[in-house]
């Protein structure tokens, strides 16, 4: 059973930057695809980056509904430390919302999907509220 913890929300102004840490325990983090969603209130969860065992990352592409090689924020990993993080530069209000890490356990540390429904383990999610 993969736990998953997250930390480093808060509230931040515009243009401010605040690195998300996810702390997973139970499993064999060199085994684990680990992605990082969000909720905004209303709207639905959105995949927001994945990042493999081998430390390729994956971002959404907001035209083709597919991975991108980047993105706004920055995905990274530390095998040693067990921990994903999310790097978040350039705050926008429109980033306000709850952060999730989630992690892929069957596919044996391979991103192979950004569908919320197909992450075996979730955190319970850190708040970021951005103001203007």
């Known amino acids: 059973q993969v736990q998953l913890v997250e930390s480093g929300g808060g509230l931040v102004q515009a243009g401010d930057s605040l690195r998300l840490s996810c702390a997973a325990s139970g499993h064999t983090f060199s085994s684990l695809a680990v992605a990082w969603f969000r909720q905004a209130p209303g709207k639905e969860r959105e995949f927001v980056a994945a990042i493999g065992w081998d430390g390729r990352t994956y971002y959404k592409d907001p035209l083709k509904g597919q991975f991108t090689t980047s993105g706004p924020f920055t995905i990274s990993r530390d095998n040693a430390k067990n921990t994903v993080y999310l790097q978040l530069n350039s705050l926008k209000p429109e980033d306000t919302a709850v952060y999730y890490c989630?992690?892929?356990?069957?596919?044996?540390?391979?991103?192979?999907?950004?569908?919320?429904?197909?992450?075996?383990?979730w955190g319970q999610g850190t708040q970021v509220t951005v103001s203007s």
């Open positions: 989630a992690a892929l356990v069957r596919t044996n540390g391979v991103v192979t999907t950004r569908r919320a429904g197909e992450y075996e383990s």
